[in-house]
């Protein structure tokens, strides 16, 4: 049984809004949590609003000169001329943005320190896991990066292991920069191949920098990857390298952006091989890290029909307090969407594909498959760096 766990939540967050058009609608959030109220979930967690990350911890990631443009940017949004990646078309600036973005960052961060210090085993912010944000600059609808300053907090406290899993279906490109050089911090990222989505990184020769060599790990699955596939590479790849890392704490991000309706990308993963990751990660947490687990949000832009179920089912898995698939999504929240939105939302918390099955790589693997040719590729580059046979 979980101890009890954290959910990061301030209202605030949903002012993280980049306009109208922009595929990061925050309604996302503000359904996610209606939909973890409905649930009565609010009552099996601890809901927390942590402060806002101060400067003196976003210095631990972001360099000053691209804080003060943040600033400037967010007191000036008409200024933002793309320096510094902001007043762009994925990053326009927005008015308030500095703060809500510090409002974030802090939710995650009050996360790994609730757990660091073991006042939660689990601390979950879903509204968390921008993971393009690089040390100097916005990208990919990520401002400052909350899951980097997260594990940057973490090692700050003393943590000599931290792992971070990231199955959002972009490259978690961000945290594999911010500790390149860094073998205390495991970065693991399955994402859908560079050669046909943003942000074109996170290819299996990637692996870190001399000091850390087999630190970063990359996983380029083909477009169209589906439950079976997805899973299979995750299994493949991610407990053989948490068992022999032995994390002290797993920073997991959960992009729902995997899926087969998500508009911005190709992967054709379910709302149900989604929440098997999640349980995979939760065990992981368990098994090697003495249950310290902070879990994210991240990308997902199907913001009423897979966002809020993905992870109100991660919130349950966190409180200890599963979901079952096939249960129906509370009338009283359908209602709320349709008055929101004028859609009718999804009918159960399912995409109608539980039990999800995969073949286990040690079964065997096909050389002529892609999907296996993807998993080879990323064991044969990280693995010998490990001591590990690929
Ligand atoms: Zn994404």
Redesign the pocket.
Known sequence: MSGRAQLMWDEAVTGYDFGRDHPMDPIRLALTRRLVDAFGLDKDVDVVAAKPAGESTLRLVHREDYVEAVKAASADPGAADGAYGLGTMDDPAFAGMHEVSALIAGQSVGAAEAVWAGDALHAVNFAGGLHHAMPGAAS?FCIYNDASLAIARLLELGAERVAYIDV???HGDGVQAAFWEDPRVLTISLHEHPRTLFPQTGWPEETGAEVAEGSAVNVALPAGTGDAGWLRAFHAVVPELIADFRPQVLVTQH?A?THFEDP??HLAVSLDAQRAVQVACHELAHEYADGKWVALG???YAVVEVVPRSWTHLVAIAAGREIAPETLVPESWRQEVFARTRQLGPGRMTDGRWPVSFAEWDAGYDPADRLDQAVLATRRAVYPLRGLLA
Do not use: I, Q, R, S
């Open positions: 990919g959002d279906v972009h992009g952006d911005l990308a991240g990308g997902g």
